[in-house]
C-alpha cells in the first residue's frame, strides 16, 4: 500500500527536531548537496560552521531556540529522515514578517540522491499538518520558476499560483495552500 505522496505506507520515514546527535547523518547530506550550494529547510546560514562539532552544536542550538522565538520570528526546522539517514529538511516559518512575504512559510529541500521518491510531498504534507495544528490558515510557498520538481510538489499538494515575481534571486512563483482545519 502506498501514500497519496508516492511513499510506501510505513516507510519509516519521519520529521525529527535537529539533533546534535545526527551530526554524521547530517554532514553525510551536506556533502552531497556541494559546497556552496542552497539547501533549503535546513536554515543554513554562510555563518554558520557546521564542519567542526562545536559549530554544529551552535548551529543546531540556533535551529531549536528560533522554534520558540516571538511570533513572527519562530520557525519550526524539521529533518527528513528514514532509520539513521537526513535525506532533507523543512522548515514551517510562522507569522507574517518579511522572511515570510519573500520565502514562504515553508521551505524544504531533499538531498540528490533522494529525489523523485515523493519525499518532498510527503514531508510538505507533514508540515501542513504542523501548520493546522498551529492555527495558520493558510502558508505561502514560494520556488523558482525553473524548479519543476518543487512545482509539482507544491500542486499536488494544494498550492494555487498568486503570481510569478522577480527576486533577487530571479523569477519565483509564489502559491497559496489552504490548510484545511481538522473536523471535530
Given at each position: 500500500m502506498f501514500t497519496s505522496s508516492g511513499?510506501?505506507?510505513?516507510?519509516?520515514?519521519?520529521?525529527?527536531?535537529?539533533?546534535?546527535?545526527?551530526?554524521?547523518?547530517?554532514?553525510?547530506?551536506?556533502?552531497?548537496w556541494g559546497r556552496g550550494l542552497h539547501e533549503d529547510g535546513f536554515g543554513?546560514?554562510?555563518?554558520?560552521?557546521?564542519?567542526?562539532?562545536?559549530?554544529?552544536?551552535?548551529?543546531?542550538?540556533?535551529?531549536?531556540?528560533?522554534?520558540?522565538?516571538?511570533?513572527?520570528?519562530?520557525?519550526?526546522?524539521?529533518?527528513?529522515?528514514?532509520?539513521?539517514?537526513?535525506?532533507?529538511?523543512i522548515a514551517l516559518r510562522h507569522g507574517d514578517g518579511d522572511l515570510v512575504r519573500n520565502?514562504?512559510?515553508?521551505?524544504y529541500g531533499i538531498r540528490p540522491s533522494e529525489r523523485r521518491r515523493g519525499l518532498a510531498t510527503w514531508?510538505?504534507?507533514?508540515?501542513?499538518?504542523?501548520?493546522?495544528?498551529?492555527?495558520?490558515?493558510?502558508?505561502?510557498?514560494?520556488?523558482a520558476t525553473g524548479n519543476t520538481g518543487s512545482v509539482k510538489t507544491i500542486e499536488r499538494c494544494g498550492g494555487v499560483l498568486e503570481s510569478i515575481q522577480d527576486t533577487e534571486l530571479?523569477?519565483?512563483r509564489r502559491y497559496w495552500i489552504t490548510v484545511v482545519k481538522s473536523r471535530t
Open positions: 511513499i510506501p505506507a510505513g516507510s519509516g520515514h519521519r520529521l525529527i527536531e535537529p539533533s546534535v546527535d545526527m551530526y554524521g547523518e547530517w554532514r553525510d547530506a551536506h556533502v552531497e543554513l546560514l554562510p555563518s554558520d560552521d557546521v564542519d567542526s562539532i562545536p559549530g554544529f552544536e551552535l548551529w543546531v542550538a540556533r535551529l531549536i531556540a528560533a522554534s520558540g522565538e516571538g511570533r513572527d520570528g519562530r520557525c519550526s526546522y524539521r529533518w527528513i529522515v528514514e532509520g539513521d539517514r537526513v535525506l532533507g529538511g520565502l514562504g512559510n515553508i521551505g514531508a510538505l504534507g507533514e508540515i501542513i499538518a504542523e501548520a493546522r495544528v498551529a492555527g495558520m490558515d493558510r502558508v505561502l510557498v514560494v520556488c530571479g523569477p519565483a
